[in-house]
């Protein structure tokens, strides 16, 4: 294989993850006749530009269900998902908001007053202070993580072990019905610590996510008090999520 500019390299690197589905840095580097460390620069790249996911030794094409998740505009059911959550809040909580679309969607919708606010997520920090009820922001800080737009990393977890929540708004890329929530990030230690250190653990999730089994266990059935989902949620499913001792509520539109 003859050598190519950054450029025709990249663009063949895209187009052989979407063809195998995964490729390795070994690989790819014997193909192009290059180091490692220009190919783990490569997949860098590409995983900034939304073009492949990063895995250990190699990349992953983009699952198509991702791609229609970062595309979409709040959908009626995230919004109702949302309005559900806020009427959980009591005033003067103090609250974890993960990063999210979904959980995004709160902000605007919060009318208590009192309230004590910890993200992870740059965004809804700036949303929160925005507010007219003007809520305590506090930021986890730690290592910026640029696929999930948020801070994730061991400083992330010790600042969050520092302190102890009423509640947890946290969303999912999917559901296993045996196991829990899942999700396309390998970094799921900072919410599991979320979790630990609060007092109820709320996930919200739209019913068409239900079912999709992520590579990466986020949280277990076990340390889940409530879901709240959309009308659409099928009864077979909602009794399997119930049996686990999980309280699942249907947000109206």
């Known amino acids: 294989m003859s050598k190519r500019n950054t ?5 063949l690197i895209v187009k052989m993850v979407q063809e195998q589905g995964e490729v390795s840095v070994e690989t790819l580097a014997s193909f192009f006749e290059t180091s490692e460390v220009t190919i783990r620069k490569d997949l860098t790249a590409l995983e900034e530009s939304g073009l492949l996911l990063r895995r250990y030794g190699g990349a992953v094409k983009i699952p198509s269900e991702m791609i229609e998740d970062s595309n979409e505009q709040l959908s009626k059911q995230k919004l109702a ?4 959550a806020v009427k959980h ?3 003067h909580n103090r609250i974890i908001i993960d990063s999210g679309s979904t959980t995004g969607a709160m902000v605007k919708a919060l009318y208590q007053t009192g309230l004590v606010i910890m993200t992870n ?7 929160l202070t925005m507010l007219d009820n003007e809520p305590t922001v506090l930021m986890t800080g730690g290592t910026w993580d640029t696929r999930s737009d948020s801070f994730q990393g061991k400083v992330a ?4 072990r520092s302190y102890d929540f009423d509640q947890l708004f946290i969303g999912a890329d999917g559901l296993d019905l045996v196991r829990g929530t899942t999700t396309f990030n390998e970094l799921v230690g900072l919410s599991q610590i979320m979790a630990e ?4 653990v709320i996930v919200l999730i739209e019913s068409q996510k239900m079912g999709r089994k992520m590579p990466n266990l986020e949280l277990e059935w076990k340390g889940v008090n409530k879901l709240i989902t959309d ?7 909602k009794k399997t999520i119930e049996s686990h001792g999980v309280e699942v509520i249907v947000a109206c539109d």
Request: no cysteine; glycine share 0%; aromatic share 0%.
């Open 231 to 237: 009308a659409d949620i099928d009864e077979e499913i």
């Open 157 to 160: 977890e010790q600042v969050l």
């Open 121 to 127: 997520s740059l965004a809804l920090a700036t949303e």
């Open 197 to 200: 250190v609060s007092r109820e």
């Open 7 to 11: 450029q025709q390299r990249r663009h």
């Open 89 to 91: 809040i009591r005033d």
């Open 81 to 84: 998902i949302a309005n559900e």
